[in-house]
């Protein structure tokens, strides 16, 4: 059943995040905005590898760190011939070190590392199905060490459900441009990583709901723009990504 199941799980990934037509364009006509040719992206929790896809295509060098075993794996074969992607075998933290990941080997796009995270989420109808079924430990990193191995990035996308503010943690200096991902039922951690992105200082936001790669607000906004907007998509109840500029 295990197997079964992480191969599902696989696969299911791939068809969502590859198989959809149009999504790349949509998503290199996105992501144009943020990355250009010859520069850094850093893909935090990089999955199936689809951002990775699109940021190639700009013509950007793309650090693609990823923690679980299986699409690590995944990731080496689609990309480990390219010498303008590197991929580490990681997660990325507050501090360097070791901990646990909770697997779901037939949803692995909710895999995650916090606890706490994964107790908000279950008392949501739509989380009522998942099983994290297994654990797996996993070195940890911080953005630091990754800035000062590979370069300050251009942009970095930060989708780790549940561990975006131990990532931001992680950062002592502001990069030009990040994302981190939103979820209703863990509003006010996402607002957490708000006040972390702010004390960096001199950004501007705006927020994209899941998948649309478009943004809701037609202008950026100030923290407290952004938090009513997050107000208003929040009782929907869908995903997204909060983006992040420097003025």
């Known amino acids: 059943m295990d197997v079964f199941a992480r191969a599902w799980g696989i696969t299911r990934s791939m068809a969502m995040y590859h198989g959809i037509p149009g999504r790349q364009r949509r998503m290199r006509r996105f992501y144009g905005q943020f990355l250009g040719p010859g520069e850094v992206g850093f ?18 060098r793309v650090i693609a760190v990823e923690p679980q075993p299986d699409f690590i794996r995944l990731l080496r074969i689609m990309f480990g011939r390219s010498r303008a992607v ?40 739509r989380f009522s199905s998942i099983h994290w079924d297994r654990t797996v430990s996993v070195d940890v990193i911080t953005l630091d060490q990754l800035v000062a191995a590979y370069g300050v990035p251009a942009f970095v996308k930060i989708d780790v459900e549940g561990f975006e503010l131990e990532a931001l943690r992680g ?69 997204g990504d909060v983006y992040a500029r420097r003025r």
């Open 43 to 60: 893909d935090i929790g990089a999955h199936v590898g689809n951002r990775v896809r699109a940021w190639r295509a700009l013509g950007a």
């Open 171 to 239: 950062l002592s200096h502001p990069v030009r441009a990040l994302s981190f991902e939103y979820l209703p039922p863990a509003h006010e951690a996402a607002l957490a990583c708000l006040d972390l992105v702010e004390k960096l200082g001199g950004y501007e936001y705006n927020y994209s709901p899941v998948e649309t790669m478009r943004l809701a607000s037609a202008d950026w906004l100030d923290a407290a723009g952004l938090t009513t907007l997050l107000d208003r998509f929040r009782p929907l109840g869908r995903s």
């Open 86 to 125: 590197v991929l580490v075998p990681s997660a990325v933290g507050a501090t360097a070190g070791r901990t646990t990941m909770a697997l779901s080997s037939a949803t692995p796009t909710v895999s995650s590392m916090s606890p706490e995270w994964i107790t908000s989420v279950t008392r949501d109808d």
